[in-house]
């Protein structure tokens, strides 16, 4: 069969099948009396074989050994061809969501195209000084998709960068809020930690709603984070966090300020007085956490608080004693 032939009938080029044969992969067995080359049935298998090993990433360097070395042993082979391949894929990958997040920015030229280049390579630089400017450029200047905000927030581990990016996330208006929520699951504790501090920053209520949720979570550093962030929004839900926190000294400072901030409602300050004093009187004998439970209540308007107060003045436990004693000559003061 002549050249053209084998070239119609393989889907290989006659340049193709020349440069097999000039690289000794295919030599055609015979040629006619023109000098034409002429393939038999073997030749053409052996086509059909280079071109089935090529398609699996093989070089023709590689195809001529394993065809022609009988101690070839393809398993090394193909175990660094997935390796290549896996490489090859996640290279492709990362550029695919690099075009698609220039592409969210909708550039209106050239320009845009080159600024938002950059600022996502400054996103990624092994700079913390350029990885906060970027973060601070990205909403003075070309918007950067939100995507690639949150990717780095839940991924930052300078806090001076975190808190830019966090500012800049919560400028953004909650775009990345679906984001953020998956990152309240991940199975990294650090990640769901920067997520729901980065949610604890958007001022919407979707936030809201998913920081209630999160008064939930099974991460207790989360459901901290939470509690906080909706004491200062007046959300009674996160009482009783904020009351534990207290109690484990666990921020104790800052919830004691969440539930002073919580009280100022005055349908939750007798509530809070109450979960107070209840769990003074049934939660823990320590002296240190009575203590810091009769500190808590220093801020705490309402008849409830002040008779607790008065109690606690006489209690048998004489720092606790002290305590409510300063607390009610600072009350009359006032």
Request: aromatic content about 2%.
């Amino acid at each position: 069969m002549l050249i053209g032939e084998v070239a119609r009938r393989s889907g290989v080029s006659a340049r193709m099948l020349r440069h097999y044969d000039s690289l000794g992969l295919v030599r055609p067995t015979v040629r006619t009396n023109a000098g034409y080359r002429e393939y038999s049935s073997e030749d053409i298998r052996r086509i059909f074989h280079i071109e089935s090993l090529r398609s699996v990433g093989l070089s023709l360097r590689e195809v001529g050994r394993a065809l022609d070395d009988p101690g070839f042993t393809p398993s090394e082979l193909v175990d660094d061809l997935i390796r290549q391949t896996r490489k090859r894929i996640a290279a492709e990958t990362e550029l695919l969501t690099r075009l698609g997040r220039i592409g969210a920015a909708e550039p209106a030229g050239w320009e845009d195209v080159l600024q938002v280049v950059a600022l996502l390579q400054a996103l990624g630089s092994e700079s913390a000084g350029k990885r906060q400017r970027a973060a601070l450029s990205a909403v003075e200047e070309v918007p950067v998709p939100v995507e690639a905000l949150v990717e780095a927030a839940l991924s930052e581990t300078d806090p001076n960068v975190a808190g830019a990016l966090r500012w800049a996330l919560a400028q953004s208006g909650g775009g990345g809020l679906a984001l953020l929520a998956e990152g309240l699951g991940s199975p990294v504790a650090e990640v769901r930690k920067r997520a729901v501090q980065s949610i604890a920053e958007i001022p919407n209520g979707d936030a809201t709603a998913l920081l209630r949720d999160a008064l939930a979570n099974s991460d207790i550093v989360v459901r901290r984070y939470a509690a906080l962030a909706l004491g200062a929004r007046g959300v009674a839900d996160a009482v009783p966090t904020l009351i534990d926190m207290v109690v484990e000294e666990t921020n104790d400072v800052d919830a004691a300020d969440a539930l002073s901030a919580l009280a100022s409602d005055p349908a939750l300050a007798d509530q809070i007085a109450t979960r107070l004093v209840d769990r003074l009187a049934h939660g823990t004998g320590e002296s240190s956490v009575r203590r810091r439970l009769t500190q808590a209540l220093a801020d705490i308007p309402g008849i409830t608080t002040a008779r607790a107060l008065a109690d606690l003045s006489h209690d048998e436990d004489r720092a606790v004693a002290l305590t409510a004693t300063y607390i009610l000559k600072l009350r009359d003061a006032r």
